[in-house]
């Protein structure tokens, strides 16, 4: 497994813009899924966005429109640009990657995760 370091995370007014980074100890290009997770506080980790090798993506309808991902093969670097932040999208974000190409499947390997605060 390679190791995953997520970067990017801070302070942001609500309607502001933040990318995090998370980048690879290895290289990406093969890795079939990639995606970000959050936890907002006391809550349970959900998906927020998903990148297959394909460049296949997927949202949830909480950040659909708000959110892309996207992944840099070259940097071995998977981002994720959030636009228009809201209070509620304030949580801890990791970063993930699996052995399949499509949202339903599990994860398998994870980063310390990155915290992500909006203020309102």
Same mark, same amino acid.
């Not at 907002?40 to 394909?54: M, T």
């Given at each position: 497994?390679?190791? *995953?370091?997520?970067?990017?995370? =801070? *302070?942001?007014?609500?309607? =502001?813009? *933040? !990318? *995090?980074?998370?980048?690879?100890? $290895? ?11 959050r936890q907002p506080p006391g ?10 090798? $394909? ?10 429109g708000r959110f892309t991902i ?8 998977? @981002? ?12 801890? @974000? @990791? ?5 399949? =190409? !499509? ?18």
């Amino acid at each position: 497994q390679v190791q *995953l370091v997520e970067s990017g995370g =801070g *302070l942001v007014q609500a309607g =502001g813009s *933040l !990318r *995090l980074s998370c980048a690879a100890s $290895g290289s990406i290009f093969s890795v079939p899924g990639m995606g970000w997770y959050r936890q907002p506080p006391g809550k349970e980790r959900s998906l927020v966005a998903f990148i297959s090798s $394909g460049d296949y993506t997927y949202y949830p309808d909480s950040v659909k429109g708000r959110f892309t991902i996207s992944r840099d093969n070259a940097k071995n670097t998977l @981002y994720l640009q959030m636009n228009s932040l809201k209070a509620e999208d304030t949580a801890w @974000y @990791y970063c993930a990657a699996g052995s399949y =190409g !499509r949202p339903s499947y599990p994860m398998n390997n994870w980063g310390q995760g990155t915290h992500i605060t909006v203020s309102p």
